[in-house]
């Protein structure tokens, strides 16, 4: 598919039916989009993100739409360690029976800072929440999907190694080098597709904070760019793996279809 079809995808109503899908970032923006999405595709979806209240709403959006009922996973990327996502899978496996996919959406962008006046403490939190949690999540993750019939793991990806990013362009050329290597290891038996989306500037709070001069309604929302996150998940995509998918900047009036 090309990226216009990738946007203007529009899957079977049951493409995830009775699966288990991990999101992460799942409280707000792009995570949140894609959560719901994944869930009125017959998913059930664990949400993950550090903000419980967040996370409720968006659960209780779910059940409003009559959806699966998600379940509930705070978690603080940036001093979560790897017992914790241990217990995280060990729950999934009791409580759900199985993992089929994961949506690794979560981010935090620092400041733009020069590298020569970057703080260590920023440069740490960025690295680890951008790059090492991922890392640890699909580590923990693994033997379950391996399991599943048709797993898959979706990367939110952002082409960001430019001057001023940092430790946030440093994790994401870096994520973008975990999801290749995780796709070659895993192209054939198990297999399990792994691909990457960049979806350029979004009308997210993240994207906000970081540009207050900018004119939010200029950028499209985050549900106009649900569809390739729910190809690249579903069994459409077939073997289709191993690829970052970039997208300019999407119109304010780019939407899926119903």
Sequence with gaps: MNQHELLNYTPNKDLLKNKVILVTGAGDGIGKAIAQSYAAHGATVVLLSKTIKKLERV?????ANGDPDPAIYPLDLEGANMGDYLQMVEHIKEQLGGLDGIALNAAWLPNYTPIKFYEIATW???????LHANFLI???CLPLLEQAKDPAIVVS???ANQAFNGAYGVAKAGLDALLKITAEEYDDKPFIRVNGIDTGPIRTHLRTNHFPGENPQTLAKPTAVVSPYLYFMGADAERQTGEIIQFDRIPSDTMPKD
């Design 138 to 140: 699909i580590q923990a």
């Design 59 to 63: 659960y209780d959006a779910i059940v």
């Design 157 to 159: 990806s952002h082409l």
């Design 124 to 130: 740490s939190k960025a690295m680890t929440v951008n």
